[in-house]
Structures are given as C-alpha cells and as structure tokens.
C-alpha cells in the first residue's frame, strides 16, 4: 500500500502488544516519513506482564514509540491508548523535535502521564488550535494539569472527555475558564472518591455547550457551572455523591429535550429509592421528549412507584405533553401494569436489553432500538 501511494499514508491504525512493539519497528519507523496525518495506537498488555510492567522493564519498547510519535511532523489528530498496567511516558522534550510543529485538531489520550508533556510547555502550543481532546485512564495528571490543558484550546475546542483525579499537584494563575464553541463535555472520575474533587475549583463558562455527560465524585459549583439552559442532552450516572452535587441544579435545564439517567452499582446495598424520586422531581417541570433509563442495579417496587410518579406529575402538576419516547435498558423490569399506565404519559414504552439480539425485535422495535443508539444508550 505504502509503494503504491509513493511511500505517504495519511491514516494509521496501529494495535499491538508492548513486548511486539521492536517487531514492528520497520513498519512504526516508517510512519513519520509517510507523512501521517492521523495515528491511533492501542497498546495492549496481552502477554499479561501486569504488576511487573514498569518503565525499565519495557523502556526501549517505550522509547521506540515515543520516537515515532515526536518524528512526525504532519498530524492533526493523535490517539494513544495503552493498558492501565503499562506505564508509558514521552521521556523528552517535545519542542526539540519535528512534532513540536503539529497542530493537533484533536487529541486523545488513554494511560498516558500528562507530566511527561509539560517538561517544556509546548503541549500547548500542539493543542492551540484543537477541536476535540479527550484524556482518561488512570495517573493521567492532577486536575491543574488537566484544566490547563483545556484552557490551551479554549478559542477552538468543541468537543471534551475528560476524567478528573480529584489531586492537584500546583495551582494556576487563573480561575475562570470560558469554552466559547465548546458543544459536547463528558466529566467523569471514580465513583466512591473520598472527595468530591475538591481541587476543581474552576469558573467554566460554556455559552454553546448541549450536550452534557456528568459522573462521579464531581464538586456542587462545577455541576452549576455546568447545568444550564443550554442543555438539550444530558447523561447522568448517578451515585450518591452526583445526587448531592446535582441537588436543586437539575432544574436550570430548562431546554432539556434527551435524557439518559444510568444508575450506578452502589457500594453498600442497593440504590435508595428517595434519591431517585428527588432527582425525578427535579425533572418533572422540564420539557423532557426522549428518556433512556439504564440501572446497574435490579429495580424494585418502590423503583416502580418513583418512575410512575414522575410521569404523573409531570402530566398533572406540571401540565407538560407526551414523552415521545421512554426507554428502559437493561435490567429494569416493569410490571404490565406500569407498563400500562406509563402509556398514558408516553407515545412509545420499550423495554430491552443490549446482549438481546436484534433478530427478536419487531422493524418498529428496530428503529427504536437504533434510535436509542443515536442519543447515546
């Protein structure tokens, strides 16, 4: 393929395990010289070294794939994912060589140590101009790391994922933050922090964000900051620390149109019922058209009872018309009586679960079921 576009290939796909990665050198070496404009590399731990992996067991296999990355100097979008065992760092300075000269419209990032990008600040500079970055994966950087780096691409950033650590290593001269053109912002950390990122302690200003994907131990101002009028599609993994954080925020939403509301594993027993039906009557004035309903946990008859209330109340008391469409995921089971009434309050009820194939459903049952995908079950 390569000799038949004269040696240049502007997109890679590279997957492979961390102990083949010299195997393949031949073949990654050739990628800056291919002029690559786009690279993904996943790097997998099959061969399970695990605990044993560190960065002098594979560190010439490390060095081989940070080389490759800082040679090219044509790309605009990068993704690295590595195994959460693997511990990979850029080893040097960026602004010495030819990918210091990239202009990244979108970035991606998955285990990979932010720290090591920020020896000589020109990081930013690479992400000055990007639409889209998104960063998981454990050891990632502390939140002033994470905040300064979203802050790098404020004039152009439209779409973030990004998992907060709860940590902070060193503060930064600003606290506000404005997105202008920001649309879509995932914010996630692990569930059961002992804090709830206490270091995100940052002003977002957001005038063009819609769609919104909140989970985790995240702080009371930043889910303010964040929920808004602007809002037409919001995701929701709720736990217990999301519940208190989101409490008498939800209802600024005033446009909300798409709802997906997951319920998470809770830690000791089962999700409470009551903080379900407080953040439903949160809901019940908006005007709400498409609901997805995705528990981790089995449903009850008390689950039952918050759920019909909610479509009652928002008929009754709030006066609002017709969900479109309400769709229970997964292990949320409802009587055929519910199920009755719901459709009282609702054009379309469906109840199914992702691992059914779709050979069972009906063509209607397929159209919802593909419907479903597009917001985001």
Not at 64 to 93: H, K, P, R, Y
Not at 95 to 104: D, E, M, N, S, V
Not at 162 to 177: A, E, M, Q
Not at 249 to 261: E, H, K, M, V
Request: glycine share 4%; aromatic share 8%.
């Amino acid at each position: 393929m390569l000799q038949r576009s004269g040696g240049e290939m502007q997109s890679w796909k590279v997957l492979v395990t961390v102990s083949s990665l010299e195997v393949y050198q031949d073949l990654l070496h050739r990628i800056p010289k291919s002029k690559a404009r786009s690279l993904y590399i996943q790097v997998t731990d099959e061969d399970n070294y695990g605990s044993y992996s560190s960065n002098t067991l594979f560190q010439r296999e490390f060095e081989l794939l940070a080389n490759v990355i800082m040679q090219c100097s044509d790309l605009i979008s990068l993704e690295l994912w590595l195994d959460s065992e693997l511990e990979f760092t850029f080893g040097t300075d960026v602004k010495a060589h030819p990918f210091a000269g990239c202009r990244l419209e979108s970035l991606s990032l998955h285990n990979v140590s932010l720290s090591s990008l920020y020896r000589d600040d020109s990081i930013f500079d690479l992400v000055s101009q990007a639409r889209q970055i998104n960063l998981s994966g454990s050891d990632i950087g502390t939140d002033a790391e994470i905040v300064r780096l979203i802050d790098s691409a404020k004039d152009t950033l439209e779409n973030c994922s990004v998992k907060l650590t709860g940590t902070t290593s060193y503060d930064i001269d600003f606290r506000s933050i404005n997105l202008p053109r920001l649309r879509r912002l995932r914010v996630f950390n692990y569930h059961g922090s002992s804090s709830t990122t206490g270091s995100m302690q940052y002003s977002l200003t957001c005038p063009e964000l819609r769609h919104l994907n909140l989970s985790g131990s995240l702080s009371p101002p930043l889910c303010n900051d964040l929920l808004t009028s602007t809002i037409n599609t919001l995701h929701l993994e709720l736990d217990e620390h999301l519940c208190k954080s989101t409490r008498n925020i939800l209802r600024n939403c005033s446009n909300l149109s798409t709802l997906r509301l997951a319920i998470a594993h809770p830690y000791q027993g089962r999700f409470p019922s009551e903080l379900l039906e407080e953040i439903l009557d949160e809901l019940v004035v908006l005007p709400i058209k498409e609901f997805v309903f995705h528990s981790m946990v089995q449903s009850n008859l008390e689950d039952e009872k918050v759920i019909l209330n909610f479509f009652e109340k928002r008929s009754k008391e709030a006066g609002l018309a017709k969900m479109k469409i309400f769709l229970l995921h997964r292990d949320i089971i409802l009587s055929q009586d519910t199920l009755k009434d719901l459709l009282q309050y609702c054009e379309v009820v469906k109840s199914f679960a992702n691992d059914e194939e779709d050979s069972t459903y009906s063509e209607g049952d397929l159209k919802i079921r593909s419907y479903g995908r597009t917001i985001g079950m």
